[in-house]
C-alpha cells in the first residue's frame, strides 16, 4: 500500500496515513453535504453517499438520523450491508412521506441527467411519451426537491450527465421551482453536487451550477470538459479536502471494511 | 376476561343448553356466522372485468400479491389500468399484454434498478403512463380511501410531471398566497393486496418491516381482495403478535385467498426474502424475447402448484450446474 507521512508525525515515530482513493475522497465529500444539519434524517442512494452519511455522524454531525435502508431507525455506526445493532424509530414509507412535507430530511439522489440550474432528470432519456431509455420514474423526487434540501451524487461524470437541458424535470432546479411560485420554493434548497471529480454548488448570483472544488489529482480542465454546460469556475479553484487519519479507518474498518465503495468508483 | 364480562348467560326456552349473549343479544352461534370470505385466485380473477382500474399493494419487488398477479396473467383480462408502486407484479402484467394504462410512481425490482418490461412497454409506446411523485400516489390513494375529490400537495410543483399529465390542477388555498397541487383521487375497482396473515373474515395482518400503502389500496377500491401467506382463525392474530400488525380490517376486504409463497418472487418478511436468484432469471429473460418465451413455458405457463414445482426443480437444476 502507498503511504504518505502526515507532517509533525514523522518525528515522533513515522505514523503513515495512507493516501486516501479516488472514492474515499468523494466518501467524505459527501459527508459534508450534511455538514450542520443536526437532527434530521440523511437519506443517502448509492453506496458512497450510504458510506459519507455514516461517517458523518460517526464524526462531526452525531445528532443525524440515518434507517437501515428499510423502515427501522438505526443508531451507531455499521457497515455496509450489514445491520444496526439498536433501533431507535419506525420510519415505513408513509412515515417518511410525512417527514419529507415536515422538511426534516437531507437526501442525497443519482441523477441520470443534471443541468445548470440543478434540474434532474431520473425519468426517461429522449421523449417522453416514447422514450429512448426508460429510468426508473420519477420517484420521490419531485416532492423531495420542494420540501427539503437535497444534493446529488453522480458517480461516473461525463458531459451526458452534466447537460445543458434535462429530458424530464424530475427534481427540480433553482429556475423551475422559482417560476412554479412561493409554493414551489419557499422550502427549495439544493446545497451540493459531489461528483468523482469535484464538488458543486449553486452559490451564484443567477443560481447556476458552481465549481466548488476538484478531488486531488483533478484538474478544471478535465472537469469542463466532462461537463456539457458552462460551469461558473472562480480564479482559484481549491482542492477537495482528504479524508483525516480517523475517517480512513472509520471507512476501512468500520463503515466499509468489504471494499464496496471501489466498485461505485474505480481508482 | 373483559369479553366475559361483557356477556350474560341466558337459558333458551325450557333448555338447559347456556348460550352466551354479547351486548348486541347476539350469541355465539351468531357471531360465528359473521361473514366467511375465503375464495381462490381464480374466483377473485372471475370477478375482474377488462377494463377495470386496479390497485396493486406492496412495494418495488416486496411484498406483492403475485400470485393473484399470475393469475391475472392466465385470464383473458385486459385493458387494465394499473396503479401500483411498481414492481415484478407490473413486469408480468405488461409481459401478458393485460395493461392498457399503468399510474405510478416508480417500477423497480429494487435489487436490479430497472424493470425490463417496463422498459420495453414505455420505449416503443405500447402504454399510456401517468407518471406521479410516489407521494403523490399516496395522496391519490388517501383521497380516495376519504371519497375527498383531491388532497393539495407541494409535491409535483415545477416538476414535468404537470407538463407529462395535463390534466393535473393546482388549487390556491384559501387561507394564504400558495398555489398548490391537487391530487385527483385514485379511486379503484378493485384492489389487490397480499399479506402475511389473516383471518377468514379479512382481518390481515403484516409481519414485516412496513405495511406499505396496502390498507389505504384497499379502501380506495370497490372491492379488494387479499393473499396471505397463512389463513389463521382470528385470536391467533394477536396471539404472539402486537395488534398494532393489524393494518387491515374486514370491512376493507372482499375477499381472502390462501396463497403460501404467494408473494414469490418478492419479498414477504419474515416468512422469505425476496427470491435474489429467480428474479435475476426473471430479469435477464426479460430483456430478450426468446427467452421471455422460454421462461414463460417453464414457469407461467401453469397453475400455482406448477409454478411453485418448477421454480423448484429450475433452482436444483442452477444449484447442480454451478
Excluded at chain 1, 420517484?139 to 437541458?165: D, E, L, M, Q
Excluded at chain 2, 403475485?66 to 408502486?85: F, H, K, N, Q
Excluded at chain 2, 389463521?232 to 393494518?247: G, K
Aim: proline share 6%; with cysteine; glycine share 8%.
Amino acid at each position: 500500500m502507498t503511504g504518505r507521512l502526515v507532517a509533525g508525525d514523522s518525528a515522533a515515530g513515522g505514523s503513515v496515513v495512507p493516501v486516501a482513493t479516488r472514492a474515499e475522497v468523494c466518501a467524505v465529500a459527501c459527508a459534508e453535504a450534511w455538514r450542520g444539519d443536526g437532527e434530521i434524517l440523511a437519506s443517502p442512494i448509492g453506496v458512497i453517499p450510504t458510506i459519507g452519511a455514516r461517517l458523518a455522524r460517526a464524526t462531526f454531525e452525531p445528532d443525524l438520523l440515518l434507517t437501515d435502508g428499510e423502515a427501522m431507525l438505526g443508531q451507531g455506526t455499521w457497515a455496509i450491508g450489514g445491520q444496526p445493532e439498536v433501533i431507535e424509530g419506525w420510519l415505513p414509507y408513509r412515515a417518511i412521506f410525512v417527514l419529507i412535507y415536515n422538511g426534516t430530511r437531507h437526501v442525497m439522489m443519482i441523477p441520470s441527467q443534471i443541468d445548470p440550474h440543478g434540474n434532474v432528470n431520473i425519468s426517461a432519456i429522449g421523449d417522453f411519451s416514447r422514450p429512448r431509455a426508460a429510468l426508473l420514474g420519477v420517484r420521490g423526487a419531485p416532492g423531495n426537491t420542494v420540501n427539503h434540501p437535497t444534493s446529488y451524487w453522480v458517480p461516473r461524470h461525463t458531459a451526458r450527465i452534466f447537460v445543458a437541458r434535462v429530458d424530464m424535470v424530475s427534481g427540480v432546479g433553482y429556475d423551475r421551482a422559482a417560476r412554479a411560485g412561493v409554493a414551489a420554493s419557499r422550502y427549495h434548497e439544493l446545497r451540493r453536487v459531489v461528483s468523482n471529480l469535484g464538488v458543486f454548488d449553486f452559490a451564484s448570483p443567477d443560481r447556476s451550477m458552481r465549481l466548488v472544488s476538484v478531488h486531488p489529482g483533478v484538474a478544471v480542465d478535465e472537469v469542463r470538459a466532462a461537463t456539457g454546460f458552462d460551469l461558473i469556475v472562480p480564479a482559484d479553484v481549491p482542492q477537495t479536502r482528504e479524508p483525516s487519519a480517523e475517517e480512513l479507518a472509520l471507512i476501512r474498518s468500520v463503515i466499509d471494511p468489504r471494499g464496496n465503495r471501489s466498485a461505485e468508483v474505480p481508482q | 376476561m373483559a369479553l366475559a364480562s361483557r356477556l350474560s348467560i341466558v337459558r333458551p326456552n325450557g333448555s338447559n343448553k347456556r348460550l352466551l349473549r354479547d351486548a348486541h343479544g347476539r350469541t355465539r352461534a351468531e357471531e360465528a356466522a359473521v361473514r366467511q370470505k375465503l375464495m381462490t385466485a381464480e374466483a377473485v380473477v372471475a370477478e375482474l372485468r377488462s377494463g377495470m382500474t386496479i390497485g396493486i399493494g406492496g412495494w418495488g419487488s416486496r411484498r406483492k400479491p403475485m400470485s393473484l398477479i399470475r393469475a391475472i396473467c392466465r385470464s383473458d383480462l385486459t385493458d387494465l389500468t394499473i396503479v401500483s408502486y411498481g414492481g415484478p407484479d407490473v413486469g408480468l402484467l405488461l409481459a401478458a399484454g393485460r395493461v392498457r394504462k399503468l399510474v405510478y410512481g416508480f417500477v423497480s425490482l429494487d435489487s436490479i434498478p430497472l424493470e425490463p418490461h417496463f422498459r420495453a412497454a414505455r420505449q416503443s409506446g405500447a402504454i399510456e403512463v401517468a407518471e406521479y411523485d410516489e407521494g403523490m400516489l399516496h395522496w391519490g390513494l388517501y383521497a380516495a380511501a376519504c371519497r375527498l375529490p383531491f388532497l393539495p400537495t407541494r409535491a409535483g410543483l415545477g416538476s414535468d410531471v404537470l407538463q407529462v399529465n395535463p390534466g393535473l390542477r393546482t388549487v390556491r388555498s384559501p387561507y394564504d398566497d400558495e398555489e398548490l397541487l391537487a391530487v385527483p383521487a385514485l379511486r379503484l375497482d378493485a384492489a389487490l393486496v397480499h399479506a402475511s396473515r389473516a383471518d377468514p373474515h379479512g382481518n390481515a395482518q403484516f409481519l414485516g418491516p412496513d405495511p406499505y400503502f396496502d390498507d389505504l389500496f384497499c379502501m380506495a377500491a370497490d372491492r379488494a381482495y387479499l393473499s396471505c401467506e397463512k389463513v389463521v382463525p382470528t385470536p391467533e392474530l394477536t396471539a404472539s403478535a402486537p395488534v398494532q400488525t393489524l393494518r387491515i380490517q374486514r370491512w376493507m376486504v372482499a375477499g381472502v385467498v390462501e396463497a403460501p409463497r404467494g408473494a414469490h418472487f418478492t419479498s414477504c418478511d419474515p416468512d422469505y426474502g425476496r427470491d435474489e436468484w429467480f428474479q435475476r432469471e426473471y430479469a435477464n429473460a426479460a430483456a430478450d424475447p426468446a427467452a421471455w418465451a422460454v421462461f414463460r413455458a417453464s414457469y407461467l405457463d401453469h397453475d400455482e402448484a406448477g409454478y411453485h414445482a418448477a421454480v423448484a426443480s429450475g433452482r436444483a437444476a442452477a444449484t447442480a450446474a454451478s
